[in-house]
């Protein structure tokens, strides 16, 4: 059996509520490291005799590194992952908060996607399919979406995207524009420009996002005066997002965490045109209602609800 390891970079006074979670998550095991050096107890203990002769100063840093069967879906591992590090970070101190791979799990993190990763068939109209993947026999009339994910979510696979990508299908019209917030391998913009989109604006803070995002655009012969790809954070950045809203859409969709979703709907407006739509996607189900309420407070009016195991979508519209 081969396990993957995942990497929680954090601080040493969040190792104990971390491990917990990730163990209430399914972790089969989780490690810690840090630099805290032992107490002559532990030592005792431990049966330690001998020490290396230099060791890293206590910096307060800590891994937390955790491990799950390979055969588990590693990108829903990693969005609940990343939703109990939001919630935490809320009312302690997490650090980075932020997950990585060590290299050779990396390639196994990729390995995984052929091995989970196999063509969709997203609705009648619509089939999502791995680059290494060959279709046969395709409608005539079907639109093929080719993804090469690397560690860039959003295959269609997980419910937070299919949420995504059925709540903006009825939004799209012939030439019109879209805003893609937390744009990961940009498939969501990929597709809203193979429905007849026009242009498509991407945003995301992950570097590795920025660079999957463009690669899947050239897989799919999208030419680039379709699409523009930016890498900031239009939450902290006001000159990124100043410049990101100079243009405003009739369409505006964000696949992210809950958390990252609520201040975003303070400033959701000033992205879009007076008649614009909102599609947001990765709500877990126990975030719904505070969504709901934040959307209802910041001038918006739910046109729909649509969900999927724990995980839920929301239309909105500006408020006449």
């Known amino acids: 059996m081969g396990w993957n390891k995942i990497t929680i970079h954090t601080v040493t006074t969040a190792e104990d509520m971390i491990s917990y979670e990730l163990t209430e998550l399914g972790a089969a095991g989780v490690e810690?490291?840090?630099?805290?050096?032992?107490?002559?107890e532990e030592m005792k203990v431990m049966y330690?005799?001998?020490?290396?002769?230099?060791?890293?100063?206590?910096?307060?840093?800590?891994?937390?590194?955790?491990?799950?069967?390979?055969?588990?879906?590693?990108?829903?591992?990693?969005?609940?992952?990343?939703?109990?590090?939001?919630?935490?970070?809320?009312?302690?101190?997490i650090g980075e908060g932020t997950i990585s791979f060590d290299k050779t799990k990396e390639e196994d993190w990729v390995n995984n996607w052929k091995k989970y990763f196999k063509p969709i068939q997203l609705d009648e109209q619509i089939v999502i399919k791995p680059t290494w993947e060959t279709l046969e026999n395709p409608k005539k009339d079907t639109i093929v979406i080719e993804i090469d994910?690397?560690?860039?979510?959003?295959?269609?696979?997980?419910?937070?995207?299919?949420?995504?990508?059925?709540?903006?299908?009825?939004?799209?019209?012939?030439?019109?524009?879209?805003?893609?917030?937390?744009?990961?391998?940009?498939?969501?913009?990929?597709?809203?420009?193979?429905?007849g989109a026009s242009h498509a604006v991407l945003t995301d803070i992950d570097p590795n996002a920025i660079a999957a995002a463009k690669e899947n655009f050239e897989v799919?012969?999208?030419?680039?005066?379709?699409?523009?790809?930016?890498?900031?954070?239009?939450l902290e950045d006001q000159e990124f997002a100043r410049m990101i809203g100079k243009e405003r859409y009739p369409l505006v969709v964000a696949n992210i965490l809950a958390d990252v979703l609520l201040p975003l709907i303070e400033i959701a407006d000033q992205f879009m045109t007076e008649d614009g739509v909102f599609v947001l996607s990765g709500i877990i189900d126990i975030k719904e209602q505070?969504?709901?309420?934040?959307?209802?407070?910041?001038?918006?009016?739910i046109l729909e609800t649509r969900r999927m195991k724990d995980w839920v979508s929301i239309t909105a519209g500006k408020r006449k």
Not at 222 to 233: A, C, F, M
């Open 32 to 40: 810690i490291e840090d630099h805290v050096p032992l107490t002559e």
């Open 48 to 93: 330690v005799d001998l020490l290396p002769d230099e060791i890293a100063p206590d910096d307060g840093t800590a891994k937390v590194h955790c491990y799950f069967d390979e055969e588990e879906n590693l990108e829903d591992i990693t969005w609940k992952i990343q939703e109990m590090l939001h919630r935490l970070s809320q009312f302690m101190e």
């Open 149 to 195: 994910p690397g560690t860039a979510f959003g295959t269609g696979s997980h419910e937070t995207t299919k949420l995504c990508i059925e709540g903006m299908k009825p939004y799209i019209k012939p030439g019109s524009r879209m805003l893609d917030v937390g744009c990961g391998s940009g498939i969501l913009s990929i597709i809203g420009l193979k429905l």
């Open 220 to 234: 799919n012969h999208l030419s680039e005066d379709q699409y523009e790809v930016y890498q900031g954070n239009i």
């Open 290 to 301: 505070e969504i709901a309420e934040k959307l209802k407070n910041y001038g918006f009016d």
